[in-house]
């Protein structure tokens, strides 16, 4: 890992032509990226570029960046890629869409891949277009070069060094018959070694790969999508490798215990589906490679045991909103001591046909290579807020992230996180929820492991996670280590989903996930949407904790309204929605009031520090500087602001991030039955607004 720089780089250009090569391209502002089209060698130069605003947007900062507009020109895997091009330490992303990118639409992002060069996979489809970005780690950088794009199948990358073993194609189903509730497939794959150094392939010892495979399920549940794991196999040790050249050109090591420079080898789905020889995934350590050789094997039976499993109930036929993707991920040891395990998935789509009792697998698509299953997300659905994790001495996570308004000021987080090759494991997530938000609809979503996977023959527990809300975060959590060596761990190869409703927007922030195994560091955070400050908090009620009301009318404590009025009910003010300026959608209720005028004001401070001071048949709350919002007429003993053609809260109330402003509902009542002044207040309501 680099260590960082304290070095700045001061320059006014917010954009430039290109000078020097006749053919060097790229725009230092993406708005008006340079336009290209299909395959083949771009020139490209940095010089003159300044840093661009969407560096939140990259894996690591691109420094002194240009920008692409691509149109693709097939459909399937892409490769794109400096290697060869510079010998700059260049930095490269691509993101879905036509325009700057927004949060959440990167697709791949890389420093390092060939040396101090980049290269990326991912999946594209023909006609569309991508933005391309292209910069340097070292802020003081800029370079004149070229880089290239083509289709990811059947690319051969500049090696890397020491032994790489990537997923080159998914390749052929086995469909089980179903059984006891489950279904199951096998899927074929190639394995490529595209380092610089033979893999070891050692049969009968644990200096060989093991593959598995994954099946994954994007859905759209109550206008929410979800990205969800809901099948595993158990795994193929390798015995013997092959001399093909299904990604570069193969040079034979004459040795079939070896994977040579460039060669592949394809184990069938009618190999890797048979059942006997298939090994649990408990026993690997992915952040080494190592494991216990040979495997437990404990009994089994069933057409469906050890191979990619599936309840019945999670699945359904491709179409509408619903589709299916597997992924496979090889495990090895050189390959880890070589660091160069965190490009050991590759996925690929898979129609799901058929009825109730049973379904057919069938590949479809091409196969992304060097992509986990759940970077497909961002691809199927904007918006989506995909972070690396990585732990120090130990492995890779990542966490996506999506918020859906479901209208009327409620919102759906979705996060997704996967395990590539942590042996730590997730134990934990939290997201922060500030003072005042509701959150509703709690849930969680698990893989479950099978047939004896787990310490002693017995499988991973797979009881849910416990949800708490407490401390300003919501956190989801399993049993430690010491309570149970077989707790519902977020394992290697497994992807685990959160999900809430909340009655505020989202805010770029950070969710922490906590590692399951002791060591340091013992959590790790992750940028994600998050609840913005909540819709605020209740405050000066009529119940005699603040200001006495003016003639005993107080109301009952617990309900957190104001005092009493001539219907023997206290006037309440809540709010929902998000009080956020850029997207504000906060919308204050008035309830239990009789069926009159209501005047909705704002203030800027409470008033006596919160307690209040007698005001008409009420206490006067909100205070400072006051602006009257609107006036409703009650029906049903109930209005709101804003309604109808109302301007937003913050908007007539002139409000900026950061302001803490005040709400309260003043109203008429006719009925003299305190004071003379016949009228009366609701509670007050506080709101910190935000970006």
């Not at 560096?55 to 920008?67: E, F, K």
């Not at 794109?80 to 091009?85: A, I, S």
């Not at 216990?292 to 491709?318: I, Q």
């Not at 770029?508 to 590692?515: A, C, E, K, Q, R």
Request: aromatic share 8%; proline share 5%; glycine share 14%.
């Amino acid at each position: 890992m680099k260590s960082s720089l304290s070095l700045f780089l001061a320059c006014s250009a917010s954009s430039f032509v290109a000078t020097g090569n006749a053919g060097a391209q790229g725009a230092n502002d993406c708005s008006v990226a340079t336009p290209i089209s299909g395959n083949g060698t771009f020139s490209v130069t940095t010089v003159g570029a300044t840093d661009s605003p969407q560096q939140s947007n990259s894996c690591v900062p691109a420094h002194n960046d240009v920008w692409f507009r691509w149109t693709a020109g097939h459909t399937g895997a892409a490769l794109f890629q400096t290697c060869g091009g510079t010998t700059a330490d260049s930095v490269i992303a691509a993101y879905a869409g036509s325009v700057c990118p927004a949060s959440g639409s990167q697709m791949a992002c890389v420093d390092d891949t060939c040396g101090l060069q980049s290269s990326i996979s991912f999946p594209v489809t023909a006609g569309n277009d991508y933005m391309l970005q292209l910069g340097s780690w070292n802020p003081l950088e800029t370079w004149t070069g070229t880089f290239t794009l083509g289709p990811g199948t059947g690319g051969c990358p500049t090696p890397s060094i020491g032994p790489d073993i990537i997923i080159g194609d998914l390749t052929g189903v086995l469909n089980a018959p179903a059984g006891g509730g489950l279904d199951a497939f096998a899927v074929g794959v190639g394995a490529c070694n595209v380092g610089d150094t033979v893999v070891n392939w050692w049969a009968n010892t644990n200096l060989h790969p093991v593959v598995g495979y994954n099946l994954y399920r994007y859905k759209v549940v109550d206008g929410a999508a979800r990205f969800e794991q809901i099948g595993l196999s158990w795994l193929k040790h390798g015995f013997g490798a092959a001399t093909e050249s299904l990604c570069c050109a193969c040079q034979n090591p004459n040795n079939s215990q070896l994977l040579g420079v460039g060669c592949s080898d394809t184990y069938s789905a009618d190999l890797n589906g048979t059942q006997a020889p298939l090994g649990p995934r408990w026993q690997i350590d992915a952040s080494t490679g190592v494991f216990a050789y040979p495997p437990a094997n404990p009994g089994w039976s069933g057409t469906t045991a050890r191979r990619c499993e599936v309840s019945l109930s999670d699945l359904e036929p491709t179409g509408g909103t619903t589709r299916f993707f597997c992924e496979g991920q090889y495990v090895t040891q050189d390959d880890v001591t070589a660091d160069n395990h965190d490009n050991n998935e590759s996925y690929r789509e898979i129609a799901v046909t058929g009825g109730v009792s049973n379904y057919d697998f069938t590949l479809v698509g091409s196969t992304a290579r060097m992509l986990s299953a759940i970077q497909a997300w961002p691809i199927l659905q904007t918006g989506v807020t995909l972070t690396d994790v990585h732990v120090p001495g130990d492995g890779r996570f990542l966490v996506g992230s999506r918020t859906t308004s479901l209208g009327g000021g409620l919102f759906h987080y979705e996060y997704a996180v996967h395990n590539m090759n942590s042996d730590r494991n997730g134990g934990t997530f939290s997201v922060p929820i500030p003072a005042g938000v509701l959150v509703t609809n709690i849930g969680f979503h698990d893989v479950t492991h099978r047939n004896g996977d787990g310490p002693g023959n017995v499988s991973i527990d797979g009881t849910d996670w416990t949800a708490t809300l407490a401390g300003g975060s919501l956190t989801w959590s399993t049993q430690t280590e010491a309570q149970n060596v077989r707790a519902n761990a977020i394992r290697w190869g497994t992807t685990y989903n959160f999900r809430f409703d909340a009655d505020a927007g989202p805010v770029s922030g950070n969710v922490d996930l906590g590692l399951w195994k002791s060591g340091a560091p013992a959590s790790a955070a992750a940028a994600a949407d998050v609840p913005a400050g909540g819709s605020g908090q209740s405050y000066c009620h009529g119940d005699g904790s603040g200001a006495p009301c003016p003639c005993g009318n107080n109301s009952p404590p617990s309900i957190d309204a104001g005092c009493l009025n001539s219907l023997g009910a206290g006037g309440a003010l809540s709010a929902i929605g998000s009080p956020s300026i850029s997207a504000d959608t906060l919308v204050l209720q008035g309830t239990s009031m009789p069926d009159s005028s209501a005047l909705y004001f704002q203030g800027t401070a409470r008033i006596a520090g919160g307690a209040g001071a007698a005001f008409g048949d009420g206490l006067r709350c909100a205070g400072g500087t006051t602006v009257r919002l609107g006036t409703k007429t009650n029906v049903g003993g109930a209005s709101s602001y804003p309604a109808g053609g109302d301007l937003p809260i913050s908007v007539r109330g002139n409000d900026a991030a950061g302001d803490v402003r005040t709400y309260q509902v003043w109203y008429r009542n006719a009925a003299a039955f305190c004071t003379t002044d016949t009228f009366n207040l609701t509670n007050g309501w506080e709101v910190i607004w935000q970006n």
